[in-house]
């Protein structure tokens, strides 16, 4: 994978599952004045995708994390990295920890922050326990303190009610919480209607990866065997990665489903198990993989997660992987670590996976991929080009 160079805040996160390390885009924090009184936070921009809108209060800055996310998030904490001049940035959620993995998580949360340069953050708890959510802010407060990040506010919510671990005014923010109502908020409408996804958990995302079984199972597998089929007759003696005679047979059964796919015909069984046991071969899903940029993510991305639930075993982790990394060309950090989740419990060593996941979790911004080409990928096989 090529990158190039690119500033420290263009680019942004996801989401982040508990213990295993985890839609972002660009935003301004104003601190211009105060809202409702001496409350530290003020008015923000937040750009999601194409999308610029303003949050002038607490309540609107927790209505707009849906949002950044793609999903609305339950018993987590977020994480927003603001820069020097106060643009939010880096995004990350994690489950609520149980107490024993406290620190260890705000260490985590504190050690990415400080990677990607933040010189703030914001912190928000979606939680109605009041005992694990404050145990999880004052942690990750702590760790970020020392790193020399500053907390510019925390929060916690529970769906009607927010609270300030900032803020100790009861004119803004009171003891009892400060009602919100996160499903009216007209910023959240606002981003919807503009054409921002917000799903309603997080486990609405992973179901978008996740396989068929039934019926339907039974016909994909049966569909992956006939193609496995004709890939073990095209088989010659070589190793099938550097089999010129067997790659051009999956290349051109490869491209005759993507040019059926782009002139608008669905991926049904037989395409996605066309595209699922070819990828299964290094060569051909690199080739697959170099149409992806990042005008086209869309389109790429539609295509794989259909192929995602059909796919099966063995052939889920060059799918999974491709699936992956056109979310995260697209934007769609959530939906790409749901598709890694998939790909490491199918195969843990995979190597496109760990890849992915690494530029996935790392915080790197589509911004900095530049396309390879498909003449560079067939070079690398004597006798293909």
Request: aromatic fraction near 6%; include cysteine.
């Amino acid at each position: 994978m090529r990158f190039r160079g690119i500033g420290r805040f263009s680019g942004g996160d996801p989401d982040r599952r508990p213990f295993h390390n985890r839609h972002s885009t660009g935003g301004v924090l104003h601190s211009s004045g105060n809202v409702g009184g001496s409350h530290p936070a003020a008015q923000a921009i937040v750009r999601c995708m194409t999308t610029e809108i303003s949050a002038r209060s607490p309540a609107d800055l927790i209505a707009v994390i849906p949002a950044l996310l793609g999903f609305h998030p339950s018993e987590s904490l977020v994480v927003v990295a603001l820069d020097e001049c106060h643009r939010l940035g880096f995004r990350m959620r994690v489950d609520l920890p149980p107490p024993k993995h406290v620190e260890t998580v705000a260490g985590g949360l504190a050690a990415h922050l400080q990677s990607q340069g933040a010189d703030g953050a914001l912190l928000v708890a979606f939680s109605a326990d009041a005992a694990s959510a404050d145990a999880a802010v004052h942690a990750a407060r702590d760790r970020l303190s020392a790193c020399g990040v500053h907390v510019a506010e925390a929060l916690r919510c529970d769906g009607e009610r927010y609270w300030s671990y900032e803020c100790d005014n009861p004119d803004c923010c009171p003891p009892e919480g400060t009602p919100y109502q996160p499903d009216a908020s007209p910023l959240l409408a606002e981003a919807v209607y503009r054409g921002v996804e917000v799903l309603p958990s997080r486990q609405a995302v992973a179901d978008r990866v996740a396989p068929v079984g039934g019926t339907t199972r039974a016909v994909i597998e049966e569909a992956s065997a006939r193609v496995a089929g004709r890939m073990q007759a095209a088989s010659g003696v070589r190793a099938r990665d550097s089999d010129p005679g067997l790659l051009r047979v999956g290349l051109a059964e490869v491209r005759t489903v993507l040019a059926a796919i782009d002139d608008g015909l669905q991926v049904d069984v037989e395409r996605a198990a066309t595209l699922s046991v070819w990828s299964s071969l290094i060569v051909i899903r690199d080739v697959l993989w170099s149409r992806m940029d990042r005008e086209n993510a869309a389109a790429e991305l539609a295509m794989w997660l259909q192929v995602a639930r059909l796919v099966v075993p063995p052939y889920e982790p060059a799918v999974l992987s491709l699936t992956a990394f056109a979310a995260w060309l697209g934007g769609d950090g959530a939906l790409a670590q749901c598709a890694l989740e998939r790909a490491e419990t199918a195969d843990p060593s995979y190597s496109m996976a760990r890849l992915v996941a690494e530029t996935v979790r790392g915080g790197l911004s589509p911004e900095a991929w530049e396309r390879f080409s498909e003449s560079e990928v067939l070079r690398s096989v004597s006798g293909l080009e």
